[in-house]
């Protein structure tokens, strides 16, 4: 009996030998160690390049079944490390903007709108009046009569309202410009990898999406 207890002690201490020289030595757990840590390297090093390449992206366009013009481009993605590479001014604005920490940043987005369009309306003379002291008899004296043509427009998206004289004009206006911005994927094909986008439109037909800009950091 106790020879067994000495072999099994034996055996037990071989054992715990063992798999400490294989956590520390076993060439094959280096090897694919080393080999995974260098496929992560590669990885992070194709991840900023992908940054890099999307970074200046043009817009494309097309209308969907509404007749809407959207501004599409390729999302930007990257962990916390590599967006900074590219964009640590922007975040530390925007956190300091919101007093925030930089790492409570989930994404950035941005569009660049431009507004233009014509329209007509029918003008209105508004006579004006000068008028000096009193003249004889306490009344008053009309020294000068001119006119101001007004006129006015308004529609669901802009509301102006205009004066125009001989010699000057003044106009008050308000445009209204809503913007709906979308992040999403799809694939080229069945099997294709994932693409992500930003997309983006404005329910105003008079606005067109000039830069679009998305940007997620991963967790």
């Keep these: 009996m106790k020879r067994l207890v000495q072999i099994l002690f034996f055996l037990a201490v071989c054992l715990v030998c063992g798999v400490v020289l294989m956590k520390c030595n076993n060439p094959v757990r280096t090897y694919w160690e080393k080999k995974k840590v260098a496929h992560a390297a590669v990885v992070a090093v194709n991840q900023v390049g992908e940054i890099k390449k999307h970074q200046y992206d043009s817009v494309t366009y097309f209308r969907d079944l509404y007749n809407q013009e959207h501004a599409q481009r390729e999302l930007i993605q990257g962990n916390a490390a590599q967006i900074e590479l590219f964009y640590k001014q922007r975040e530390d604005s925007l956190a300091k903007v919101l007093k925030i920490a930089r790492r409570q940043i989930q994404g950035m987005y941005g569009a660049r709108t431009v507004v233009s369009g014509s329209f007509s309306a029918a003008v209105d003379e508004i006579p004006t ?38 010699s000057s004009a003044m106009v008050n206006y308000r445009v209204l410009v809503p913007v709906t911005i979308t992040s999403y994927w799809k694939r080229s094909w069945w099997l ?27 967790p």
Excluded at 133 to 140: C, L, Q, R, V
Excluded at 194 to 214: H, M, Q, T
Aim: proline letters at 3%; zero cysteines.
């Design 192 to 218: 294709g990898r994932k693409k992500y986008f930003v997309d983006g439109y404005s329910d105003n037909p008079n606005v067109r999406i000039s830069g679009l800009e998305g940007v997620q950091i991963k």
């Design 129 to 166: 009046f000068k008028v000096d002291e009193a003249g004889n008899g306490g009344s008053p004296v009309v020294k000068d009569i001119t006119s101001v043509r007004h006129f006015e427009y308004q529609d669901s998206f802009l509301m102006e309202e205009g004066w125009v004289s001989d």
